[in-house]
């Protein structure tokens, strides 16, 4: 029978040992980057399934292509307005959002 490595965690054990448990300080800062690299993603994988450049998804919704490149790269906070401006005038999508306690 085969021996499982004890040095193997799951990613939630993962994060609790370099993060620290939920709630803490520097847990939830690395939650909040988290969301917002993701949603930089999702953004950039919207844009690339439409087949679109950065500089026509900011030509589409009003804005420069350098503020795109930003958002994507988690370089730049987001207000709600403009992401549903990019998701539904740039992108022609629905923003849906959810709230969980």
């Known amino acids: 029978m085969k021996t499982l490595n ?16 939920p709630g803490t300080p520097v847990r939830e800062s690395y939650e909040r980057e988290s969301e917002d690299f993701i949603l930089g993603v999702i953004l950039k994988e919207a844009r690339l399934s439409k087949g679109m450049t950065q500089e026509q998804l900011a030509k589409k919704c009003g804005t420069t292509k350098g503020y795109i490149s930003k958002v994507e790269n988690n370089l730049k906070d987001v207000r709600l307005s403009t992401l549903q401006n990019i998701v539904e005038n740039g992108l022609n999508g629905h923003l849906q959002l959810s709230v969980q306690l």
């Open 6 to 21: 004890k040095d193997i965690m799951t990613f939630d054990e993962f994060k609790d040992n370099e993060f620290g448990l």
